[in-house]
């Protein structure tokens, strides 16, 4: 049987083709750029139904990989947690809370705990639909109607317009329609969008085709 090999994109590679993506460029002229087939760029995309995932970012308020491996050091030392803060200029806690995390003083490790902070950090978010009964229902019965998602979010916020609990963009709706979240919208309402789809597709890419936002 002959397997695919598997296709790696460094980090970098990575922003270009979402940018390149977002700007409405196709699959096929991507992949050119890079050696490849457009089979080999559609996964990166589908992951996230074509909507470009936040860059990771660490916060400046999270610990470091030099403070961590400061927290080691000082634990092999048998150095009190408060010294160590205090060394390190941080609250006792944060340093006792980022221990407790990793498995205590006798089996932390710097690399592995500043892993699972990066790990930690970019979980996805919880949906802005999750367990919002009515907005899921009245998204739904528009979708159905053939409502498009700006037309549900203008219509809502006309409806609601002091509950903001009750109201969301035209983007919640298509991360949540092309990122499916269990007990959100069900994936089935993609097909009453006017432009069905797998992954969403750049509107610089309509007007590419269409003509329009030429001189």
């Known amino acids: ?5 598997r296709i790696f994109f460094t980090d970098k590679q990575k922003s ?5 993506w977002q700007r409405g460029e196709s699959m096929s002229s991507i992949g050119r750029l890079f050696d490849r087939e457009s089979s080999s760029i559609y996964p990166l995309l589908a992951r ?10 660490r916060s400046r308020l999270a610990l470091t990989l030099a403070e961590r491996e400061e927290i080691s050091r000082g634990l092999r030392a048998q150095a009190s947690l408060r010294s ?5 200029k941080r609250p006792a806690s944060t340093i006792s809370r980022e221990v407790r ?13 500043d892993a699972a902070a990066w790990d930690r950090a970019h979980r996805p978010k919880p949906c802005k639909l999750a367990g919002k009964v009515y907005l899921c229902r009245a998204i739904s019965a528009k979708l159905t109607r053939k409502w498009s998602p700006q037309q549900i979010a203008g219509w809502l916020m006309r409806k609601h317009p002091d509950e903001e609990d009750k ?5 919640t709706i298509y991360r949540s329609l092309f990122i499916q ?19 969403r597709r750049s509107r610089h890419a309509t007007l ?8």
């Open 16 to 20: 270009d083709i979402w940018d390149r």
């Open 167 to 171: 109201r969301v963009s035209h983007e």
């Open 48 to 57: 996230s139904g074509g909507i470009r995932p936040p860059d990771r970012v």
């Open 1 to 5: 049987m002959k397997y695919r090999r």
């Open 181 to 199: 979240t269990r007990g959100v919208l069900k994936k089935e309402l993609l097909a009453h969008l006017r432009a069905t789809r797998s992954i």
């Open 101 to 113: 995390r990793n498995g205590g003083a006798k089996l932390y490790r710097a690399a592995p705990s």
């Open 208 to 215: 590419k085709r269409s003509g329009l936002g030429r001189f």
């Open 84 to 88: 160590i803060a205090q060394a390190l």
